[in-house]
Nanobody, 126 residues
Framework: QVQLVESGGGLVQTGGSLRLSCATSGGTFTNYCVGWFRQALGKERELVAAITYNGGRTYYADSVKGRFTVSRDTGKNTVYLQMNSLKPEDTAVYSC???????????????????WGQGTQVTVSS
């Protein structure tokens, strides 16, 4: 069974950067689509970025396009979310999720993802 562990969250000032990591234990990301979601206080969980298992396709929410980059290191079984030019509205708990998928498939709904990490807090101060 795939288990996901996020790391890299923290407190950063507006305009700063953070890199989140999502590592697997008990399995690999082979044949999995991986997504990064976030949930701010009082709001619904939303998909921020996603990547196909071969890294050939990516998805970004409009709110993060041009600022966030999702990538994966197959050898390390890790998916990254590089977050630049952070804004206070990026403050949320960020979680990675994975689900089996064809090489070309990206899923956007929380219902499509089978495995979830515990989440990591990102706080952007103004």
């Amino acid at each position: 069974q795939v288990q996901l562990v996020e790391s890299g969250g923290g407190l950063v000032q507006t305009g700063g950067s953070l890199r989140l990591s999502c590592a697997t234990s008990g399995g690999t990301f082979t044949n999995y689509c991986v997504g990064w979601f976030r949930q701010a206080l009082g709001k619904e969980r939303e998909l921020v970025a996603a990547i196909t298992y071969n890294g050939g396709r990516t998805y970004y929410a409009d709110s993060v396009k041009g600022r966030f980059t999702v990538s994966r290191d197959t050898g390390k079984n890790t998916v990254y979310l590089q977050m630049n030019s952070l804004k206070p509205e990026d403050t949320a708990v960020y979680s990675c999720a994975a689900t089996p998928a064809p090489y070309y498939q990206i899923f956007r709904s929380t219902r499509d993802y089978n495995y979830w990490g515990q989440g990591t807090q990102v706080t952007v101060s103004s």
